[in-house]
């Protein structure tokens, strides 16, 4: 299954042509798109993670709007905050520093600034599973001597109420 989506991407759509350039307003109105179609097609909310990256040589290193756009999809909510990409620069950079792409040096910062804000999420999120049992359907989780148990209750109920219970030993 997925956990989330790391989403970085955005140099392409920064300071380019004319033709090319997407302004921040119409990033922000994609990707919420994109997000929202996606957690739709899943059925479930997938988290997303977005980091700021709208780096491209030296000389053309950010771009605010693609930037605020990124920052305001976290602020909101609907996404999560990932590294800013954009503060790699130089040796980070492929062509000693003048290309758009990471070095080898740099896809290893790459993975560190990432690592630096996905593994206290997924720390969290695994912690609160240990207490948040999500069931197939409706029910109960509790505890019997420690152990974790629940009761699965019938969508529709007449008479006598049929039941499941499990306790693991």
């Known amino acids: 299954g997925i956990r989330?989506?790391?989403?970085h991407q955005g140099e392409s759509d920064a300071n380019q042509p004319q033709a090319r350039s997407l302004p921040g307003y119409l990033y922000w109105q994609y990707m919420e798109k994109l997000v929202e179609g996606s957690r739709k097609d899943a059925g479930w909310q997938?988290?997303?993670?977005?980091?700021?990256a709208t780096y491209h040589v030296p000389g053309d290193e950010f771009s605010l709007s693609v930037r605020a756009a990124q920052k305001a999809l976290w602020e909101s909510g609907l996404m999560l905050r990932g590294p800013d990409t954009d503060s790699l620069k130089?040796?980070?950079r492929e062509n000693t520093g003048k290309g758009v792409h990471f070095s080898e040096k740099g896809l290893y910062a790459h993975a560190e600034l990432w690592k630096a804000r996905v593994v206290p999420w997924l720390e969290n999120q695994l912690e609160k599973q240990k207490?948040?049992?999500?069931?197939?359907?409706?029910?109960?989780?509790?505890?019997?001597?420690g152990r974790e148990a629940f009761v699965i209750l019938p969508g529709k109920?007449?008479?006598?109420?049929?039941?499941?219970?499990?306790?693991?030993?």
């Open 4 to 7: 989330a989506v790391l989403w």
């Open 46 to 52: 997938i988290p997303w993670f977005v980091a700021q």
């Open 90 to 92: 130089g040796e980070m």
């Open 157 to 169: 109920i007449s008479g006598t109420i049929p039941w499941v219970w499990y306790a693991p030993t």
């Open 131 to 145: 207490f948040d049992k999500i069931l197939p359907v409706k029910g109960e989780v509790f505890s019997v001597i």
